[in-house]
């Protein structure tokens, strides 16, 4: 039964105008919050790769921890003083994010209007467009290369998380240490979450059951669905948790807090 107040349409037809919907929830939130979140993230990760150690002196590396932002390391000496080593490998993890197919749906949402939410009206210049067939949102087919890529430091973050545990020539186990191994756990989950790699896995088979190959195929693809399905839970974790590991290392390095930990 339709309530008086809201004009009734038949099924298949859609909204026009932008915001336009029958939708009575708070639907605005979702891609409010998003988009603030997407901002502040963008913000913090260009003034902290770019500008603190410049501009302030503030190191990126500190009592054995080295910020995510800036792994691996490459610091060649002939860079200039100005020049930040995260530029030589934040470009693949910022690449794998921008192009990631949930972060595409949050952020054409929250940013573009495209749509703005389920069944709400987008605004009247989209009509027509050809959203990822040209340039340069046609660079978003480049997402399982960077997924590839995206591995690379990833393992570097790994190594980076385990070295910390030595320092000063002795085994420490430190909240610094505690904080880099959640950022490497929580940012692994993001990329075996990918359906990039589960369709690199499982996909283009006709048959799971036809050969050993196959049948190991599919137990795997059926792991990275475990995976998969927590997809947008895994990508909002590992952006929370990089931030908190640069933070943490900024922090200890202008002696703000310190490092609680273990020796022995």
Known sequence: MVAPSVKARSPGTAERGFGTTLRVDRWILEPAAI???FTGF????LISSLIWLPAFGVPYEAEGYLSPFFSPLIAPGLLPAWFSPAILVLWIPLGFRATCYYYRKAYYRAFFFDPPACAVGEPSIHRGYAMETR???????????????AFIPLAFLWLDAIVSLRHEDQTRLGLGSIVL???AVLLSGYSLSCHSLRHLVGGRLDCFS???RTRTRHSMWRWLTGFNEKHARWAWASLFSVVLGDAYVRLLAIGAIGDLHISF
């Open 35 to 37: 988009g603030l979140v």
């Open 42 to 45: 963008i913000i913090y990760s």
């Open 135 to 149: 340039f340069p949102f046609i660079l978003q087919n480049l997402h399982r290369f960077f997924l590839y890529l």
């Open 181 to 183: 191994v959640a950022n």
């Open 210 to 212: 036809c050969s050993r």
